[in-house]
Protein backbone atom coordinates (compact mmCIF):
# COMPACT_ATOMS: atom_id res chain seq x y z
CA UNK A 1 0.00 0.00 0.00
CA UNK A 2 0.94 3.55 -0.81
CA UNK A 3 -0.05 6.25 0.98
CA UNK A 4 1.40 9.79 -0.28
CA UNK A 5 0.25 13.34 0.79
CA UNK A 6 0.25 16.44 -1.72
CA UNK A 7 0.38 19.91 -0.86
CA UNK A 8 -0.09 23.13 -2.15
CA UNK A 9 0.99 26.38 -0.53
CA UNK A 10 2.75 29.55 -0.28
CA UNK A 11 0.96 31.58 -2.83
CA UNK A 12 -2.72 31.36 -2.49
CA UNK A 13 -5.42 28.62 -2.03
CA UNK A 14 -3.72 25.99 0.29
CA UNK A 15 -4.54 22.32 0.16
CA UNK A 16 -3.62 19.15 1.28
CA UNK A 17 -4.62 15.81 -0.38
CA UNK A 18 -4.44 12.08 0.37
CA UNK A 19 -4.02 9.18 -1.69
CA UNK A 20 -3.41 5.32 -1.16
CA UNK A 21 -2.68 3.22 -4.00
CA UNK A 22 -3.62 5.94 -6.31
CA UNK A 23 -7.52 6.45 -4.90
CA UNK A 24 -8.32 10.13 -3.71
CA UNK A 25 -9.22 9.33 -0.22
CA UNK A 26 -9.29 13.03 1.32
CA UNK A 27 -8.69 16.69 0.71
CA UNK A 28 -9.63 19.84 1.75
CA UNK A 29 -8.24 23.44 1.60
CA UNK A 30 -6.81 25.55 4.46
CA UNK A 31 -8.91 28.36 4.66
CA UNK A 32 -11.77 26.02 5.40
CA UNK A 33 -10.07 25.45 8.76
CA UNK A 34 -8.44 28.93 9.30
CA UNK A 35 -11.34 30.80 8.25
CA UNK A 36 -8.91 33.08 6.17
CA UNK A 37 -9.96 33.30 2.82
CA UNK A 38 -7.19 31.74 -0.05
CA UNK A 39 -5.47 31.23 3.06
CA UNK A 40 -1.76 30.05 1.07
CA UNK A 41 -0.19 29.43 5.13
CA UNK A 42 1.30 25.90 5.22
CA UNK A 43 -1.83 23.51 5.44
CA UNK A 44 -1.22 22.07 8.83
CA UNK A 45 -5.03 21.73 9.59
CA UNK A 46 -6.11 20.38 6.06
CA UNK A 47 -3.24 17.44 6.56
CA UNK A 48 -4.25 16.66 9.90
CA UNK A 49 -7.79 16.30 8.45
CA UNK A 50 -6.62 14.35 5.80
CA UNK A 51 -4.75 11.94 8.25
CA UNK A 52 -7.44 11.48 10.43
CA UNK A 53 -10.29 10.50 7.42
CA UNK A 54 -7.61 7.76 6.46
CA UNK A 55 -7.22 6.64 9.72
CA UNK A 56 -3.26 7.12 9.25
CA UNK A 57 -0.12 7.34 11.26
CA UNK A 58 2.82 10.14 10.39
CA UNK A 59 4.69 7.24 10.04
CA UNK A 60 2.33 5.47 7.10
CA UNK A 61 3.02 8.04 4.92
CA UNK A 62 5.25 7.34 1.99
CA UNK A 63 6.03 10.64 0.66
CA UNK A 64 5.16 13.93 0.59
CA UNK A 65 5.12 16.12 -2.89
CA UNK A 66 4.89 19.76 -3.34
CA UNK A 67 2.76 21.04 -6.21
CA UNK A 68 6.05 22.50 -8.26
CA UNK A 69 9.38 23.84 -7.92
CA UNK A 70 10.80 26.58 -6.34
CA UNK A 71 13.87 26.69 -7.99
CA UNK A 72 12.20 27.28 -11.51
CA UNK A 73 10.20 29.76 -10.34
CA UNK A 74 13.45 31.65 -8.76
CA UNK A 75 14.94 31.11 -12.07
CA UNK A 76 12.02 32.67 -13.99
CA UNK A 77 12.45 35.44 -11.72
CA UNK A 78 16.01 36.65 -12.09
CA UNK A 79 15.64 36.16 -15.56
CA UNK A 80 12.64 38.52 -16.11
CA UNK A 81 14.36 40.97 -14.12
CA UNK A 82 17.41 40.59 -16.14
CA UNK A 83 15.64 40.83 -19.57
CA UNK A 84 13.66 44.24 -18.57
CA UNK A 85 16.88 45.90 -17.19
CA UNK A 86 17.30 48.43 -15.56
CA UNK A 87 13.28 48.62 -15.01
CA UNK A 88 11.93 47.24 -12.24
CA UNK A 89 14.63 47.80 -10.17
CA UNK A 90 12.37 48.80 -7.18
CA UNK A 91 10.13 45.59 -7.41
CA UNK A 92 13.64 43.51 -7.58
CA UNK A 93 14.83 45.14 -4.31
CA UNK A 94 11.40 44.36 -2.47
CA UNK A 95 11.19 40.67 -4.15
CA UNK A 96 14.87 39.35 -3.71
CA UNK A 97 14.75 39.78 -0.13
CA UNK A 98 12.00 37.42 0.26
CA UNK A 99 12.79 34.94 -1.76
CA UNK A 100 16.35 34.72 0.30
CA UNK A 101 14.73 34.88 3.55
CA UNK A 102 11.84 32.26 2.80
CA UNK A 103 10.67 31.00 -0.33
CA UNK A 104 13.65 30.18 -2.24
CA UNK A 105 14.76 27.62 0.66
CA UNK A 106 11.05 26.00 0.30
CA UNK A 107 12.52 22.29 0.85
CA UNK A 108 13.70 23.28 4.06
CA UNK A 109 10.35 25.10 5.23
CA UNK A 110 8.37 22.31 3.74
CA UNK A 111 10.15 19.51 5.69
CA UNK A 112 10.42 22.11 8.76
CA UNK A 113 6.66 22.70 8.73
CA UNK A 114 5.96 18.92 8.59
CA UNK A 115 8.65 18.05 11.64
CA UNK A 116 6.36 20.54 13.62
CA UNK A 117 3.01 19.35 12.48
CA UNK A 118 3.42 16.04 12.30
CA UNK A 119 6.80 15.04 14.22
CA UNK A 120 10.28 14.92 14.16
CA UNK A 121 10.35 10.67 14.24
CA UNK A 122 9.87 10.85 10.85
CA UNK A 123 12.65 11.39 8.39
CA UNK A 124 10.79 14.23 6.43
CA UNK A 125 13.54 14.95 4.14
CA UNK A 126 13.80 11.92 2.29
CA UNK A 127 10.30 11.74 1.04
CA UNK A 128 9.74 15.06 0.14
CA UNK A 129 9.14 15.43 -3.65
CA UNK A 130 8.48 18.45 -5.79
CA UNK A 131 6.06 18.19 -9.04
CA UNK A 132 6.47 20.97 -11.47
CA UNK A 133 3.02 23.51 -11.56
CA UNK A 134 1.77 22.17 -14.92
CA UNK A 135 2.26 18.90 -14.72
CA UNK A 136 0.17 18.95 -11.27
CA UNK A 137 -2.49 20.34 -13.12
CA UNK A 138 -2.31 18.11 -15.79
CA UNK A 139 -2.26 15.08 -13.65
CA UNK A 140 -5.46 16.39 -11.47
CA UNK A 141 -7.28 16.76 -15.27
CA UNK A 142 -6.64 13.42 -16.11
CA UNK A 143 -5.66 10.51 -13.78
CA UNK A 144 -9.46 11.43 -11.66
CA UNK A 145 -11.24 11.22 -14.97
CA UNK A 146 -13.10 8.91 -16.55
CA UNK A 147 -10.87 8.26 -19.45
CA UNK A 148 -8.58 5.84 -20.56
CA UNK A 149 -6.64 8.37 -22.95
CA UNK A 150 -7.13 11.96 -23.67
CA UNK A 151 -5.92 15.45 -24.58
CA UNK A 152 -5.50 17.87 -21.47
CA UNK A 153 -5.16 21.35 -21.81
CA UNK A 154 -3.80 23.37 -18.84
CA UNK A 155 -3.99 27.07 -18.44
CA UNK A 156 -3.51 29.56 -15.74
CA UNK A 157 -1.58 32.87 -14.87
CA UNK A 158 1.87 31.15 -14.29
CA UNK A 159 3.64 28.30 -12.95
CA UNK A 160 7.50 28.23 -13.00
CA UNK A 161 7.72 29.13 -16.83
CA UNK A 162 4.65 27.44 -18.36
CA UNK A 163 1.27 29.80 -18.63
CA UNK A 164 -0.48 26.91 -21.05
CA UNK A 165 0.38 23.34 -21.94
CA UNK A 166 -0.81 20.34 -23.76
CA UNK A 167 -0.18 17.00 -22.70
CA UNK A 168 -1.95 13.69 -23.98
CA UNK A 169 -2.79 11.06 -21.27
CA UNK A 170 -2.94 7.63 -21.88
CA UNK A 171 -3.33 4.97 -18.94
CA UNK A 172 -0.78 5.87 -16.21
CA UNK A 173 1.28 7.74 -17.99
CA UNK A 174 1.06 11.80 -19.29
CA UNK A 175 3.25 13.19 -21.94
CA UNK A 176 3.30 17.10 -22.41
CA UNK A 177 3.81 17.96 -26.23
CA UNK A 178 3.33 21.85 -26.35
CA UNK A 179 3.96 24.85 -24.13
CA UNK A 180 3.59 28.66 -23.63
CA UNK A 181 5.65 30.21 -21.97
CA UNK A 182 5.95 33.12 -19.15
CA UNK A 183 5.39 36.34 -20.04
CA UNK A 184 2.37 35.37 -22.30
CA UNK A 185 -0.60 34.25 -20.46
CA UNK A 186 -4.43 33.96 -21.04
CA UNK A 187 -4.71 34.34 -17.34
CA UNK A 188 -2.66 36.96 -16.67
CA UNK A 189 -3.71 38.98 -19.19
CA UNK A 190 -7.66 38.07 -17.83
CA UNK A 191 -6.40 38.99 -14.63
CA UNK A 192 -5.08 42.64 -15.85
CA UNK A 193 -9.06 43.18 -16.67
CA UNK A 194 -10.02 41.92 -13.09
CA UNK A 195 -7.35 44.58 -11.99
CA UNK A 196 -8.08 47.04 -14.66
CA UNK A 197 -11.79 47.37 -13.70
CA UNK A 198 -11.59 47.95 -10.23
CA UNK A 199 -11.28 43.66 -8.59
CA UNK A 200 -8.60 41.85 -6.66
CA UNK A 201 -6.44 39.76 -9.06
CA UNK A 202 -6.63 35.88 -8.49
CA UNK A 203 -10.22 36.40 -6.40
CA UNK A 204 -11.84 38.59 -8.63
CA UNK A 205 -11.60 37.19 -12.11
CA UNK A 206 -15.24 35.32 -11.56
CA UNK A 207 -16.55 38.17 -11.00
CA UNK A 208 -15.67 39.69 -14.39
CA UNK A 209 -17.14 36.87 -15.94
CA UNK A 210 -20.22 37.78 -14.05
CA UNK A 211 -20.42 40.88 -15.07
CA UNK A 212 -19.65 40.39 -18.81
CA UNK A 213 -23.35 39.52 -19.86
CA UNK A 214 -24.11 43.13 -18.38
CA UNK A 215 -21.66 44.72 -21.60
CA UNK A 216 -20.88 44.32 -25.34
CA UNK A 217 -17.59 43.56 -26.73
CA UNK A 218 -16.44 47.19 -27.69
CA UNK A 219 -13.10 46.76 -26.66
CA UNK A 220 -12.68 43.08 -28.19
CA UNK A 221 -10.56 44.31 -31.33
CA UNK A 222 -8.74 46.93 -28.95
CA UNK A 223 -7.52 44.09 -27.55
CA UNK A 224 -6.51 41.66 -30.22
CA UNK A 225 -5.16 44.58 -32.14
CA UNK A 226 -3.14 45.95 -29.15
CA UNK A 227 -2.85 43.38 -26.18
CA UNK A 228 -2.64 40.12 -27.54
CA UNK A 229 -1.68 38.51 -31.04
CA UNK A 230 -3.28 35.36 -31.30
CA UNK A 231 -2.90 32.73 -34.13
CA UNK A 232 -5.27 30.23 -36.00
CA UNK A 233 -3.77 27.43 -33.73
CA UNK A 234 -4.92 29.00 -30.63
CA UNK A 235 -1.13 30.39 -29.68
CA UNK A 236 -0.20 33.47 -28.27
CA UNK A 237 1.79 36.23 -27.48
CA UNK A 238 1.01 39.58 -25.29
CA UNK A 239 2.65 42.89 -26.04
CA UNK A 240 4.19 43.60 -22.74
CA UNK A 241 4.41 47.60 -23.30
CA UNK A 242 1.20 47.35 -21.67
CA UNK A 243 1.76 45.06 -18.88
CA UNK A 244 3.48 45.68 -15.55
CA UNK A 245 3.24 42.74 -13.62
CA UNK A 246 7.53 41.46 -15.34
CA UNK A 247 8.97 43.81 -12.97
CA UNK A 248 6.34 46.32 -11.20
CA UNK A 249 3.97 46.34 -8.69
CA UNK A 250 0.57 46.31 -10.43
CA UNK A 251 -1.07 44.04 -13.45
CA UNK A 252 -1.29 47.72 -15.98
CA UNK A 253 0.77 50.39 -16.87
CA UNK A 254 0.33 54.01 -18.37
CA UNK A 255 0.16 53.01 -21.74
CA UNK A 256 -2.76 50.37 -20.40
CA UNK A 257 -4.83 53.61 -19.08
CA UNK A 258 -4.19 55.53 -21.86
CA UNK A 259 -5.63 52.73 -24.37
CA UNK A 260 -8.90 52.67 -22.39
CA UNK A 261 -9.32 56.21 -21.86
CA UNK A 262 -8.32 56.12 -18.32
CA UNK A 263 -7.54 55.14 -15.01
CA UNK A 264 -8.32 52.00 -13.31
CA UNK A 265 -11.53 51.69 -11.52
CA UNK A 266 -10.70 51.83 -7.80
CA UNK A 267 -12.46 49.35 -5.92
CA UNK A 268 -15.49 49.50 -4.64
CA UNK A 269 -16.65 52.32 -6.54
CA UNK A 270 -19.90 52.35 -8.88
CA UNK A 271 -19.57 50.06 -11.45
CA UNK A 272 -20.46 51.82 -15.40
CA UNK A 273 -20.76 50.67 -18.38
CA UNK A 274 -17.27 51.13 -19.42
CA UNK A 275 -16.58 48.32 -16.39
CA UNK A 276 -19.33 45.89 -18.41
CA UNK A 277 -18.24 46.19 -21.66
CA UNK A 278 -14.55 45.61 -20.95
CA UNK A 279 -15.68 42.07 -19.26
CA UNK A 280 -17.65 41.04 -22.29
CA UNK A 281 -14.31 41.99 -24.67
CA UNK A 282 -11.98 39.62 -22.72
CA UNK A 283 -14.67 36.76 -22.06
CA UNK A 284 -14.91 37.25 -25.45
CA UNK A 285 -11.01 37.17 -26.62
CA UNK A 286 -10.79 34.52 -24.00
CA UNK A 287 -13.28 32.26 -25.23
CA UNK A 288 -11.66 32.62 -29.09
CA UNK A 289 -8.47 31.18 -27.68
CA UNK A 290 -10.14 28.15 -26.09
CA UNK A 291 -11.75 27.05 -29.06
CA UNK A 292 -8.77 27.48 -31.40
CA UNK A 293 -6.42 26.06 -28.94
CA UNK A 294 -9.28 23.04 -29.20
CA UNK A 295 -9.62 22.57 -32.68
CA UNK A 296 -5.99 22.72 -33.44
CA UNK A 297 -5.68 19.94 -29.77
CA UNK A 298 -8.11 17.50 -31.74
CA UNK A 299 -6.70 18.78 -35.09
CA UNK A 300 -2.84 17.32 -34.32
CA UNK A 301 -3.65 14.71 -31.42
CA UNK A 302 -6.47 12.98 -33.09
CA UNK A 303 -8.08 12.37 -29.57
CA UNK A 304 -11.47 12.58 -28.71
CA UNK A 305 -11.92 13.34 -24.40
CA UNK A 306 -10.44 16.96 -23.10
CA UNK A 307 -9.24 17.17 -19.43
CA UNK A 308 -8.94 20.47 -18.54
CA UNK A 309 -7.52 22.26 -15.48
CA UNK A 310 -5.93 25.77 -14.32
CA UNK A 311 -7.80 28.43 -13.67
CA UNK A 312 -8.50 29.44 -16.63
CA UNK A 313 -10.57 26.15 -16.59
CA UNK A 314 -12.56 27.90 -13.85
CA UNK A 315 -14.28 30.11 -16.82
CA UNK A 316 -17.63 27.37 -16.82
CA UNK A 317 -18.98 30.55 -19.26
CA UNK A 318 -15.93 29.33 -22.27
CA UNK A 319 -16.07 25.76 -21.17
CA UNK A 320 -19.65 26.20 -22.26
CA UNK A 321 -19.33 27.71 -25.30
CA UNK A 322 -17.03 24.67 -25.68
CA UNK A 323 -19.15 21.96 -25.03
CA UNK A 324 -21.55 23.34 -27.53
CA UNK A 325 -18.70 23.69 -30.62
CA UNK A 326 -18.58 19.92 -30.30
CA UNK A 327 -14.80 19.59 -31.06
CA UNK A 328 -14.46 16.73 -28.72
CA UNK A 329 -16.70 13.95 -28.09
CA UNK A 330 -16.27 14.55 -24.53
CA UNK A 331 -14.91 17.00 -21.76
CA UNK A 332 -13.75 16.33 -17.95
CA UNK A 333 -12.58 19.75 -16.05
CA UNK A 334 -10.84 19.28 -12.92
CA UNK A 335 -13.44 20.58 -10.22
CA UNK A 336 -10.50 22.17 -8.52
CA UNK A 337 -8.87 23.34 -11.91
CA UNK A 338 -7.13 26.40 -9.80
CA UNK A 339 -3.72 25.91 -7.19
CA UNK A 340 -5.68 24.04 -4.15
CA UNK A 341 -6.19 20.89 -6.98
CA UNK A 342 -2.28 20.96 -7.35
CA UNK A 343 -2.28 19.53 -4.22
CA UNK A 344 -4.17 16.33 -6.10
CA UNK A 345 -2.32 16.59 -9.06
CA UNK A 346 0.87 16.19 -7.41
CA UNK A 347 0.42 13.17 -5.14
CA UNK A 348 -0.88 11.44 -8.10
CA UNK A 349 1.79 12.36 -10.93
CA UNK A 350 3.97 10.86 -7.97
CA UNK A 351 2.06 7.65 -7.82
CA UNK A 352 1.67 6.98 -11.46
CA UNK A 353 4.72 8.62 -12.68
CA UNK A 354 7.36 8.11 -10.84
CA UNK A 355 6.55 4.99 -8.45
CA UNK A 356 4.96 3.36 -12.04
CA UNK A 357 1.58 3.14 -9.99
CA UNK A 358 -1.38 1.81 -11.52
CA UNK A 359 -4.20 3.56 -13.16
CA UNK A 360 -7.71 2.26 -12.08
CA UNK A 361 -11.00 3.63 -13.77
CA UNK A 362 -13.91 2.53 -12.08
CA UNK A 363 -16.48 2.03 -14.58
CA UNK A 364 -19.14 2.39 -11.83
CA UNK A 365 -18.35 6.03 -10.90
CA UNK A 366 -18.62 9.50 -12.58
CA UNK A 367 -14.88 9.69 -12.11
CA UNK A 368 -12.04 9.86 -9.18
CA UNK A 369 -13.80 12.65 -7.67
CA UNK A 370 -16.25 11.35 -5.71
CA UNK A 371 -18.64 14.03 -6.56
CA UNK A 372 -15.97 16.48 -4.84
CA UNK A 373 -17.03 15.41 -1.42
CA UNK A 374 -13.60 14.75 -0.27
CA UNK A 375 -13.82 17.06 3.04
CA UNK A 376 -14.58 16.77 6.82
CA UNK A 377 -17.96 15.20 7.65
CA UNK A 378 -19.95 15.31 11.13
CA UNK A 379 -21.95 12.23 12.65
CA UNK A 380 -25.33 13.70 14.38
CA UNK A 381 -24.37 13.10 17.94
CA UNK A 382 -21.43 15.63 17.20
CA UNK A 383 -23.53 17.85 15.47
CA UNK A 384 -25.40 18.18 18.10
CA UNK A 385 -23.20 18.58 20.84
CA UNK A 386 -21.26 21.07 18.88
CA UNK A 387 -24.69 23.18 18.05
CA UNK A 388 -25.59 23.23 21.67
CA UNK A 389 -21.81 24.47 22.65
CA UNK A 390 -22.58 27.20 20.44
CA UNK A 391 -25.91 28.19 21.58
CA UNK A 392 -28.07 27.17 18.65
CA UNK A 393 -31.92 25.80 19.51
CA UNK A 394 -32.54 23.02 17.40
CA UNK A 395 -34.89 20.25 16.79
CA UNK A 396 -33.50 16.48 15.21
CA UNK A 397 -35.51 14.46 13.22
CA UNK A 398 -35.47 11.46 11.28
CA UNK A 399 -33.78 11.59 7.30
CA UNK A 400 -37.38 11.46 6.30
CA UNK A 401 -38.53 14.24 8.41
CA UNK A 402 -35.99 16.73 7.48
CA UNK A 403 -36.55 16.53 3.56
CA UNK A 404 -40.02 16.97 3.80
CA UNK A 405 -39.54 19.76 6.32
CA UNK A 406 -36.84 21.29 3.89
CA UNK A 407 -38.63 21.29 0.91
CA UNK A 408 -41.35 22.69 2.87
CA UNK A 409 -39.24 25.59 3.67
CA UNK A 410 -37.75 26.14 0.40
CA UNK A 411 -41.28 26.25 -1.02
CA UNK A 412 -42.32 28.88 1.32
CA UNK A 413 -39.60 31.17 0.37
CA UNK A 414 -37.15 30.86 2.93
CA UNK A 415 -33.47 30.80 2.21
CA UNK A 416 -32.22 27.52 3.65
CA UNK A 417 -28.82 26.86 5.13
CA UNK A 418 -27.71 23.29 3.69
CA UNK A 419 -24.48 21.22 5.85
CA UNK A 420 -24.58 17.63 5.14
CA UNK A 421 -21.92 15.00 4.67
CA UNK A 422 -18.32 15.63 3.46
CA UNK A 423 -17.23 19.74 2.51
CA UNK A 424 -16.74 20.09 -1.37
CA UNK A 425 -12.94 20.21 -2.72
CA UNK A 426 -12.83 22.97 -4.54
CA UNK A 427 -14.33 26.61 -4.84
CA UNK A 428 -17.87 25.43 -5.25
CA UNK A 429 -20.78 24.38 -2.84
CA UNK A 430 -21.94 21.66 -4.44
CA UNK A 431 -24.50 20.83 -2.08
CA UNK A 432 -22.52 19.52 0.83
CA UNK A 433 -22.05 23.34 2.23
CA UNK A 434 -24.30 25.24 0.25
CA UNK A 435 -27.20 27.81 0.73
CA UNK A 436 -30.34 26.84 -1.17
CA UNK A 437 -33.38 28.50 -2.18
CA UNK A 438 -36.44 28.28 -4.57
CA UNK A 439 -35.68 29.67 -7.97
CA UNK A 440 -39.12 30.33 -9.50
CA UNK A 441 -39.16 33.36 -7.04
CA UNK A 442 -38.02 36.58 -8.62
CA UNK A 443 -37.11 38.26 -5.66
CA UNK A 444 -34.73 35.37 -4.38
CA UNK A 445 -31.55 36.54 -6.42
CA UNK A 446 -31.48 40.50 -5.06
CA UNK A 447 -32.40 38.78 -1.39
CA UNK A 448 -29.35 36.73 -1.35
CA UNK A 449 -26.56 38.81 -2.78
CA UNK A 450 -28.07 41.95 -0.11
CA UNK A 451 -29.19 39.99 2.71
CA UNK A 452 -27.35 37.08 2.76
CA UNK A 453 -23.96 36.99 1.17
CA UNK A 454 -23.46 40.98 1.52
CA UNK A 455 -22.29 41.35 -2.45
CA UNK A 456 -22.01 42.93 -5.28
CA UNK A 457 -26.04 43.32 -6.64
CA UNK A 458 -24.92 41.95 -10.22
CA UNK A 459 -23.67 38.40 -9.06
CA UNK A 460 -25.71 35.66 -10.51
CA UNK A 461 -26.83 32.47 -8.96
CA UNK A 462 -26.21 28.54 -10.19
CA UNK A 463 -29.24 26.01 -10.40
CA UNK A 464 -28.62 22.81 -9.10
CA UNK A 465 -31.01 19.88 -10.97
CA UNK A 466 -31.68 16.54 -11.48
CA UNK A 467 -29.49 14.94 -13.54
CA UNK A 468 -32.69 13.40 -15.16
CA UNK A 469 -34.37 16.46 -15.62
CA UNK A 470 -31.61 19.40 -16.57
CA UNK A 471 -32.18 18.85 -20.56
CA UNK A 472 -36.33 20.03 -20.43
CA UNK A 473 -34.79 22.87 -18.02
CA UNK A 474 -31.62 23.79 -20.38
CA UNK A 475 -29.62 24.00 -23.36
CA UNK A 476 -27.65 20.61 -22.01
CA UNK A 477 -27.83 17.26 -21.95
CA UNK A 478 -24.89 15.65 -19.86
CA UNK A 479 -23.48 15.66 -16.59
CA UNK A 480 -22.66 18.75 -15.02
CA UNK A 481 -21.42 17.61 -11.49
CA UNK A 482 -19.26 20.34 -10.91
CA UNK A 483 -21.26 23.14 -11.82
CA UNK A 484 -18.32 24.21 -14.86
CA UNK A 485 -20.45 24.67 -17.47
CA UNK A 486 -22.65 27.60 -18.28
CA UNK A 487 -25.55 27.09 -20.57
CA UNK A 488 -28.88 28.40 -22.06
CA UNK A 489 -31.96 28.01 -20.19
CA UNK A 490 -34.33 25.81 -22.14
CA UNK A 491 -36.21 28.03 -24.73
CA UNK A 492 -39.95 26.55 -23.10
CA UNK A 493 -38.85 27.62 -19.84
CA UNK A 494 -38.04 31.29 -20.89
CA UNK A 495 -40.85 33.81 -20.62
CA UNK A 496 -41.02 36.27 -23.89
CA UNK A 497 -38.73 39.48 -25.01
CA UNK A 498 -39.66 42.75 -22.44
CA UNK A 499 -39.99 45.36 -24.85
CA UNK A 500 -38.86 47.36 -21.73
CA UNK A 501 -35.32 45.46 -21.06
CA UNK A 502 -34.02 46.60 -24.58
CA UNK A 503 -34.23 50.51 -22.87
CA UNK A 504 -32.31 49.25 -19.78
CA UNK A 505 -29.20 49.87 -19.21
CA UNK A 506 -26.20 47.50 -17.62
CA UNK A 507 -27.35 46.91 -13.60
CA UNK A 508 -31.19 47.98 -14.37
CA UNK A 509 -31.43 44.64 -16.34
CA UNK A 510 -31.04 42.66 -13.16
CA UNK A 511 -34.46 42.89 -12.18
CA UNK A 512 -36.47 41.56 -15.28
CA UNK A 513 -37.69 38.56 -15.06
CA UNK A 514 -36.95 35.68 -17.95
CA UNK A 515 -37.58 32.47 -17.41
CA UNK A 516 -40.09 30.60 -14.90
CA UNK A 517 -36.77 30.30 -12.40
CA UNK A 518 -35.49 33.47 -12.83
CA UNK A 519 -33.65 33.56 -9.51
CA UNK A 520 -31.02 31.37 -11.55
CA UNK A 521 -31.28 32.85 -14.97
CA UNK A 522 -28.66 35.56 -16.08
CA UNK A 523 -29.41 38.25 -17.94
CA UNK A 524 -28.12 36.58 -21.29
CA UNK A 525 -30.59 33.55 -20.62
CA UNK A 526 -27.86 31.76 -19.21
CA UNK A 527 -26.98 29.87 -16.26
CA UNK A 528 -23.89 27.75 -14.12
CA UNK A 529 -25.23 23.94 -14.09
CA UNK A 530 -25.11 21.60 -11.42
CA UNK A 531 -26.44 18.16 -12.36
CA UNK A 532 -27.38 15.92 -9.28
CA UNK A 533 -26.65 12.52 -8.91
CA UNK A 534 -28.14 10.05 -6.56
CA UNK A 535 -24.76 8.18 -6.46
CA UNK A 536 -22.81 10.65 -5.43
CA UNK A 537 -25.10 13.30 -3.08
CA UNK A 538 -28.51 11.38 -2.07
CA UNK A 539 -29.39 13.58 0.51
CA UNK A 540 -29.36 16.61 -2.19
CA UNK A 541 -30.94 14.73 -4.71
CA UNK A 542 -33.84 13.27 -2.16
CA UNK A 543 -34.75 17.02 -1.33
CA UNK A 544 -34.88 17.89 -4.98
CA UNK A 545 -36.60 15.02 -5.74
CA UNK A 546 -38.99 16.00 -2.90
CA UNK A 547 -39.05 19.93 -3.98
CA UNK A 548 -39.98 18.76 -7.67
CA UNK A 549 -43.25 16.64 -5.97
CA UNK A 550 -43.87 19.29 -3.83
CA UNK A 551 -43.87 22.24 -6.70
CA UNK A 552 -43.10 20.26 -10.18
CA UNK A 553 -39.86 22.27 -10.37
CA UNK A 554 -36.69 19.73 -10.09
CA UNK A 555 -34.35 22.88 -9.69
CA UNK A 556 -33.44 24.95 -5.97
CA UNK A 557 -30.81 28.14 -5.98
CA UNK A 558 -27.15 26.94 -4.88
CA UNK A 559 -24.66 29.28 -4.10
CA UNK A 560 -21.40 29.34 -1.41
CA UNK A 561 -22.26 28.79 2.35
CA UNK A 562 -20.31 31.97 3.42
CA UNK A 563 -20.72 35.45 3.69
CA UNK A 564 -18.48 37.91 1.37
CA UNK A 565 -15.05 38.20 2.51
CA UNK A 566 -14.99 34.89 4.40
CA UNK A 567 -14.34 31.25 3.29
CA UNK A 568 -17.24 28.75 2.78
CA UNK A 569 -18.12 27.12 6.09
CA UNK A 570 -16.38 23.67 7.11
CA UNK A 571 -17.85 22.95 10.42
CA UNK A 572 -21.57 23.36 12.40
CA UNK A 573 -20.36 25.85 14.49
CA UNK A 574 -19.39 28.25 11.06
CA UNK A 575 -22.64 27.26 9.70
CA UNK A 576 -24.53 28.30 12.99
CA UNK A 577 -22.71 31.86 12.95
CA UNK A 578 -23.61 32.28 9.52
CA UNK A 579 -27.56 31.95 10.00
CA UNK A 580 -26.78 34.61 13.19
CA UNK A 581 -24.92 37.18 10.82
CA UNK A 582 -27.09 36.73 8.16
CA UNK A 583 -30.86 37.16 6.89
CA UNK A 584 -31.28 32.97 6.68
CA UNK A 585 -34.10 32.14 8.08
CA UNK A 586 -33.81 28.20 8.26
CA UNK A 587 -30.85 25.76 8.39
CA UNK A 588 -30.24 22.06 7.99
CA UNK A 589 -27.16 20.63 9.64
CA UNK A 590 -27.41 17.15 9.60
CA UNK A 591 -30.54 16.02 11.04
CA UNK A 592 -30.85 19.09 13.01
CA UNK A 593 -33.35 22.03 12.26
CA UNK A 594 -32.80 25.95 13.29
CA UNK A 595 -35.31 28.58 12.67
CA UNK A 596 -33.73 31.88 12.97
CA UNK A 597 -36.89 32.54 15.06
CA UNK A 598 -36.13 30.23 17.80
CA UNK A 599 -32.44 31.63 18.31
CA UNK A 600 -31.24 33.96 20.67
CA UNK A 601 -31.16 37.24 19.76
CA UNK A 602 -27.97 38.19 22.24
CA UNK A 603 -26.16 35.35 19.26
CA UNK A 604 -26.59 37.70 16.47
CA UNK A 605 -23.86 38.88 14.30
CA UNK A 606 -23.47 42.07 12.21
CA UNK A 607 -21.88 40.75 8.79
CA UNK A 608 -23.69 43.44 6.72
CA UNK A 609 -21.40 46.46 8.44
CA UNK A 610 -18.64 44.47 7.97
CA UNK A 611 -18.85 43.64 4.61
CA UNK A 612 -19.72 47.23 3.08
CA UNK A 613 -21.60 47.11 -0.54
CA UNK A 614 -20.89 49.29 -3.52
Known sequence: MTTIIGISAFYHDAAACLIVDGEIIAAAQEERFTRI???????????????????????????????????????????????????????????????????LFQKRRVVTALENELGRDVNWKSKLLFSEHHLSHAASAFFPSPFEEAAILTMDGVGEWTTTSVAIGRGASIEVVNEIQFPHSLGLLYSAITYYTGFKVNSGEYKVMGLAPYGVPRYADLIRENLIQISEDGSFRLNMRYFDYCTGFTMTNEHFDELFGGPRRSEESALTQKEMDLAASI??????????????????????????????????????KLLKEGIFDNIWIQPAAGDAGGSIGAALAAYHLMLNGPRKLAPHQQDGMKGGYLGPSYEQDDIEKRLADAGARFTSHSYDEVIVLTAQALSDGKAVGWHQGRMEFGPRSLGGRSIIADPRSPSVQKLLNLKVKYRESFRPFAPSVLREDVAQWFDLDTDSPYMLLVAGVHASKCLPENTEDKNLFGIDKLNVPRSSIPAVTHVDYSARVQTVHEQTNKKYFDLLTAFKKLTGCPVLVNTSFNVRGEPIVSSPEDAFRCLMGTEIEFLVVGNSIMRKEDQDISLKLDYKNAYELD
Open 283 to 320: QLVTEEIVIKLARNIRKTTGMKNLCLAGGVALNCVANG
Open 37 to 103: KHDQSFPAQAIAYCLEAAHCRPQDIDYVVFYDKPLLKFNRLIQTYMAFAPRGYESFATAIPIWLKDK
